[in-house]
C-alpha cells in the first residue's frame, strides 16, 4: 500500500484508528451525465477508515482492523457494486458513484460500531477511485454549517 496522509477530523476522542486496504470492483453510472462512466468499467478502490472512541472492547481494542476489512473488503472486492442492495439504479442518491460508495462504506462500518458495546463512531471514509481522484466522506454532525 502506498504511504498517504489523509485529512485529520478534529474530535476529542481519546482514541484514533486508521485502517488502509484497498479492493478491485466495477461499476456504472446509469447517468447520460456521467459519459464514459455509463458503461461498465472497474477501478481499484484504496480505502482509508478512520474510528475513534473513549472505550476500548474486551479484547483492548476499539474495533478489530480484520473486522473492518471483513465488513467491506469481503463484500465488495471482485463485485460488480451495481448489484449490491446499497445502490439502485434508479434513486441517484444511491448511484455507485465515489461519493455514494465512500458514504455507503461508513453506513456499513457505523452500522456495526453501534451494535458494539464500547461503542466507537466512524468519523471518516477516505476512498480513492484512480490515482488522481478521491472522495472523503465525513457525516454531518448537528451544528455544521
Known amino acids: 500500500m502506498m504511504q498517504q496522509i489523509y485529512p485529520a477530523p478534529m474530535h476529542s476522542f481519546s482514541y484514533e484508528l486508521n485502517k488502509d486496504f484497498h479492493f478491485s470492483a466495477a461499476h456504472a453510472i446509469p447517468s ?11 477501478h ?18 476499539l474495533i478489530n482492523f480484520k473486522k473492518i476489512k471483513q ?8 463485485t460488480l457494486l451495481n448489484d449490491d442492495q446499497l445502490f439502485s439504479e434508479d434513486d441517484s442518491d444511491r448511484f455507485p458513484t465515489t461519493e455514494v460508495v465512500a458514504r455507503s462504506i461508513w453506513e456499513i462500518i457505523e452500522s456495526h460500531l ?6 466507537p463512531t466512524c468519523l471518516q471514509v477516505f476512498l480513492r477511485e484512480t490515482p488522481t481522484s478521491y472522495v472523503l466522506y465525513r457525516p454531518k454532525k448537528e451544528g455544521n454549517f
Request: proline share 0%; glycine share 10%; hydrophobic share 30%.
Open 32 to 42: 447520460d451525465e456521467a459519459g464514459k462512466c455509463r458503461f461498465v468499467h472497474g
Open 44 to 61: 481499484t478502490y484504496y480505502v482509508n477508515i478512520t474510528v475513534a472512541g473513549d472505550d476500548l472492547d474486551d479484547a483492548g481494542f
Open 71 to 78: 465488513l467491506v473488503h469481503d463484500r465488495f472486492d471482485h
Open 114 to 119: 453501534r451494535e458494539t458495546d464500547n461503542q
